[in-house]
Each structure stands twice: as C-alpha cells, then as structure tokens.
C-alpha cells in the first residue's frame, strides 16, 4: 500500500524557517518524482515544488521561488521542503504527492502556521 | 502560467442526476488535464487521469472528456458519497495548475 506521511509542520514567527519531510512507503520512492502542494485554509489548491527521481529537475511557483528548497534523500525514502523567510501567506496545509503527471497518491497534510 | 477556469463553484443536486463540472485552460494543454475529489478533511483522491483515463478503483459513474482548452467531469448518477470538492489540475507544463474547485452538495 502506497503511503505518504508528513511532518514538521506547526507554529512559527514571520521571516523564521521550518522544514517538513514525507517519508514514503509500498513503492520504489526512487523511481518518482515528488510534489509539494499547499492549500490554505477554506482555499484551493496551489502546486508549490516538484523534484524529479534522481533530483535532475526541479521547478518552483513564483510565490516561493528563492525562499523554499526541495529535496529529496532517496535512501531514506524521504521527501523534504526547506521553508525560509516564511510568511503569513504561508499559511496552510502542505501536502506531499507522487508524481509529475498525476499526482496519484496524496499523504494527509501537514500543517504550517506563520504568526506572531 | 496556463490559468484554468473552474465552473460552476457550488452545484447543488439530487440522488441519480448527472452532473457535470468544467475546467477551462488558457491555453492548449492537449489531453493533461486530471480530476480529483476532496472530501472534507481528506487529501484529493485522483479519479480522472489525461483527460478521459479513470484511475483505478475509481467507481465507473465518474467520466472525464475533452481536450486542447475544455474539459469536463461527469457523474453520471449522483451517490450521496460524492459530495465533496472537485478540482482539475494541468500538468501540460510548469507550473502546474489547479482549478479553484467545484463543491458538489445534495439537494
């Protein structure tokens, strides 16, 4: 069974940094690209960072561009987004995916707040 | 970045109707277009993949169509368990890009 599980997430200050991780499991982590997708509260959708497979190719939204990093740790079967100079608007609830094209699997979400 | 124009937002309907939601591209994306639902409190769950490919597991009331700019998403009889939102995604090119969702209630 395919799972995705995130974590890291909470309560931090504006212009602070926090990184969550997705760790993976029931599929060879190593053969997919992988998503961050957030969705702030009572809002849509919005795709934030993609790695490919072997971290060749990576893309950002413009609203995170030079302030967020991807990565990934294939060995650890893990996913991480590097969060900095955070923002209010940050806020909301990030999702891992897997997949450049379908987003097929989804974890449940992590939760990052940006407050004073 | 390609825009897609979700319509309507809110659809209300009863028991065994069929309804259909829309996405809009802003440009040509071909057939890369995919569909998912959200229940309350859940991650989306993929239904519709490349436009008219239903993932699987899904039930075969869910249908997708289209291609180049307008999509649509069909249920061909409403089940109670559909309520949720919908959202379609692009993935013709990146950025990849969400519709702003379709919330499906029970009249």
């Known amino acids: 069974e395919v799972q995705l599980v995130e974590s890291g997430g909470g309560l931090v200050q504006p212009g602070r940094s926090l990184k969550l991780s997705c760790v993976a499991s029931g599929f060879t982590f190593s053969n997919y690209g992988m998503n961050w997708i957030r969705q702030a509260p009572g809002k849509g959708l919005e795709w934030v960072a993609y790695?490919?497979?072997?971290?060749?190719?990576?893309y950002y939204a413009e609203t995170v561009k030079g302030r967020f990093t991807i990565s990934r740790d294939n060995a650890k079967n893990t996913l991480y987004l590097q969060m900095t100079s955070l923002r209010s608007e940050d806020t909301a609830l990030y999702y891992c995916?897997?997949?450049?094209?379908?987003?097929?699997?989804w974890g449940q979400g992590v939760m990052v707040t940006v407050s004073s | 970045d390609i825009q897609m124009t979700q319509s309507p937002s809110f659809l209300s309907a009863s028991v065994g109707d069929r309804v259909t939601i829309n996405c809009k591209a802003s440009q040509n994306i071909n057939r890369y277009l995919n569909w998912y639902q959200q229940k309350l409190g859940e991650a989306p769950k993929l239904l519709i993949y490349?436009?008219?490919s239903l993932q699987t597991g899904i039930p075969s009331r869910f249908s997708g169509s289209g291609s180049g700019t307008d999509f649509t998403l069909t249920i061909s009889s409403l089940q109670p368990e559909d309520v949720a939102t919908y959202f379609c995604?692009?993935?013709?090119?990146?950025?990849?890009?969400f519709g702003a969702g379709t919330k499906l209630e029970l009249k």
């Open positions: 790695i490919s497979s072997g971290s060749s190719y990576i």
């Open positions: 490349n436009a008219n």
């Open positions: 995604l692009q993935h013709n090119s990146w950025p990849r890009t």
């Open positions: 995916a897997r997949g450049g094209q379908r987003f097929d699997y």
